[in-house]
């Protein structure tokens, strides 16, 4: 599914694979291998190296103030996060969130995609650049915007109070709503990038057949459209999904120290209160909730692929 | 008719933030409203008039450029095992040179940090680098390999024919052919680690304060339009980098 996430939507990674497979006669060739070895090395080093080690701190002891980490083996992280209900309060606010938020993306981006997989050339180019616009602006920036969009007297609460449709200004900032929507805009490029793959590999023929048979727009829609474009929902989904319980910066920024969620709380732990194993034993719980969520997203896909296929 | 209208709609909520950011960079109001008031350049002035600003974009170029050229290598180097050879475990090896794309970087913010206290990397400049390579290298391979794809190998068979060695082949005939992913890659690669803050917040040392963080904590206490104007000239100058190399590596694809 991560091939699906780049930001040039390059379909094309596979393209002549027929030249690729005569091209190397049977002679063992070493090349490859040497051109691998540096990248392999370096997240042997970077990404499996500083994981390992993480979840060897995450099982060792932990006396606040006096001698901080202790050389002893336990799971008393894993056991407090849990058991205690505000912990546990905390991992469910994040996967409400994050559900949320991939809803939100997958109602927005599926119109969004639609045109732009209908879109050819260099309007095809165009578009697509304005989609990737706001993703060459960092999430710190758009999230500032989204601050002086949703406060108190900001233009959001100003403009429906003036057209008479609020008498109180909502309350956006510190609160879950406000996250959710700056969210939602922060990762809604990445949800239609995903879901534009897999419109195109829909081919036209298909929609002519269902027209020619006398199927109107919804219904090709919900039967065509939809079921075909599945793959690319489950793709965008997962990523959506994985970027939101993930996110720090917009929580932080926007939630404040009133809405904790799993990213702002590791970092909190880790960085305000310096307890590593409770930050490590917290990041690895969500590493575990987003494994169990993809194992069940993929057996999902995997039991409706037959049937699209027929 | 009606997509269209709702795709404006669409369109109008993700650029919302760009719009207001732009907007109250010019306000002459003390804190950023919008729509902004009035029209004064004095917001810009002031935060190339603070040290702590220019002195933090100074060192997120530095930082930026550095991990751009590890990940170059690194990526194109990979893109081109994945794209000219059939390696067995072909599936599995992309997968993993693809996964920092997709894994959060609020954990490996932390695995880093506890992983370089015990290597000794801890709030060096080093250590940061080599982080945001990791992050921006994927990029590299995706760009470079769209590249590949889109020409015939028969050419480089045909250098190695006329007897080219491997690295003349590379330098002469390989390389200029995907010049464009490799810039794309590159460019992509130092706006992600120009704007990364996540990974460094936790590995920064002392001193060590990029413009992403000055800006966070910045927003974090205080509200008032210097933020705007430093946001809008990174929109501006993103912009001027990006849609050129975009136009360009677009216009090769389809040529």
């Keep these: 599914m991560s091939t699906r996430t780049g930001l040039a939507g390059d379909r094309s990674v596979t393209g002549p694979e027929a030249a690729r497979a005569t091209r190397r006669p049977a002679r063992r060739d070493l090349t490859p291998w040497l051109l691998l070895t540096p990248n392999v090395l370096w997240l042997a080093l970077f990404l499996a190296g500083s994981l390992i080690t993480l979840a060897v701190i995450s099982l060792r002891g932990y006396e606040p103030g006096g001698r901080g980490m202790l050389d002893t083996w336990e799971l008393t992280h894993y056991v407090n996060f849990l058991t205690d209900p505000f912990y546990y309060a905390v991992l469910w606010r994040s996967l409400g969130m994050a559900g949320q938020v991939t809803a939100w993306c997958l109602v927005l981006g599926f119109p969004l995609a639609l045109t732009l997989s209908r879109l050819r050339g260099v309007a095809r180019a165009l578009f697509y650049l304005a989609i990737l616009m706001p993703l060459l602006t960092s999430a710190v920036v758009r999230t500032f915007g989204w601050m002086i969009l949703l406060a108190n007297n900001g233009f959001i609460n100003r403009t429906l109070i003036d057209l008479g449709l609020i008498d109180e200004p909502l309350a956006l900032m510190y609160r879950m709503s406000g996250i959710v929507i700056a969210l939602v805009e922060v990762l809604l490029p990445f949800m239609v990038l995903a879901l534009d793959a897999a419109l195109l590999n829909i081919h036209p023929q298909i929609y002519e057949a269902a027209r020619n048979l006398g199927a109107r727009a919804p219904r090709i829609f919900v039967q065509i459209t939809l079921p075909l474009s599945l793959p690319g929902i489950l793709s965008g989904s997962i990523l959506v999904f994985t970027l939101a319980i993930s996110a720090f910066v917009t929580p932080a920024l926007i939630g404040g120290p009133r809405v904790e969620v799993m990213a702002t709380l590791i970092y909190q732990e880790s960085m305000s209160l310096l307890n590593w194993p409770f930050g490590a034993a917290i990041a690895f719980v969500m590493l575990f909730t987003l494994l169990i969520l993809f194992a069940l997203t993929f057996r999902l896909g995997s039991r409706v692929q037959p049937m699209e296929a027929g | ?255």
């Excluded at chain 2, 994927?138 to 007897?163: K, Q, W």
């Design chain 2, 1 to 255: 008719m009606i997509l269209l209208s709702l795709n404006a709609l669409i369109m109008l909520f993700l650029l919302a933030p760009i719009i207001v950011v732009v907007a109250t960079a010019f306000t002459t109001s003390p804190y950023p409203v919008f729509p902004p008031e009035g029209f004064t350049l004095a917001w810009f002035e002031r935060f190339l008039g603070m040290s702590e600003f220019t002195d933090a974009i100074e060192r997120s170029t530095l930082l930026a450029f550095t991990s751009m050229v590890v990940s170059a290598v690194l990526g194109t180097f990979s893109a081109l095992a994945l794209g000219r050879w059939k390696v067995p475990g072909h599936g599995a090896i992309s997968a993993l040179m693809l996964s920092p794309i997709l894994f959060p970087a609020i954990v490996l913010g932390l695995a880093l940090l506890v992983f370089y206290h015990r290597i000794g990397l801890a709030g060096s400049f080093a250590g940061l680098v080599a982080a945001h390579s990791v992050l921006t290298t994927p990029f590299v391979i995706r760009l470079v390999l769209a590249s590949l794809a889109e020409f015939d190998p028969a050419i480089e068979e045909a250098a190695r024919n006329l007897g080219a060695g491997w690295w003349r082949t590379f330098l002469q005939v390989t390389l200029p052919l995907i010049r464009p992913g490799v810039l794309a890659g590159a460019v992509f690669a130092f706006i992600i680690s120009f704007d990364e803050l996540v990974i460094t917040l936790f590995l920064a040392g002392p001193g060590m304060t990029t413009l992403p963080i000055r800006i966070f904590t910045y927003v974090e206490y205080s509200s008032d339009p210097t933020v705007s104007a430093i946001s809008t000239a990174l929109i501006i100058a993103w912009t001027l980098i990006g849609v050129p190399v975009y136009v360009r590596f677009l216009s090769i694809r389809h040529s």
